[in-house]
């Protein structure tokens, strides 16, 4: 929802990847969790298409990141990383 909020106030998608990453380099223990937005229908408005794509952008950043991701769904997971 953070990503929503950025864009409708129109932070650009730049700044919003480089604070991201600029949390992801903390040196500190996290857990991420990141809602998959990307296999479902698609909103044909801007702003949903502009989400969808920055969503995917963030979650491609995160796993740079993380030492382990995982996809789960169905209440399965599956290791990725």
Avoid: T
């Avoid at 991420?32 to 979650?59: M, T, W, Y």
Wanted: glycine share 6%; hydrophobic share 50%.
């Amino acid at each position: 929802m953070w990503l929503n909020n950025l864009l409708y106030h129109q932070i650009p998608e730049a700044d919003i990847l480089q604070e991201l990453e600029a949390v992801l380099q903390l040196p500190c223990a996290m857990v991420l969790v990141h809602n998959e937005v990307g296999l479902g229908v698609i909103a044909d408005n801007p702003l949903a298409r502009q989400f969808v794509d920055l969503s995917g952008k963030a979650a491609q950043l995160m796993g740079q990141y993380c030492d382990e991701v995982f996809f789960c769904s169905a209440g399965l997971k599956l290791k990725m990383k």
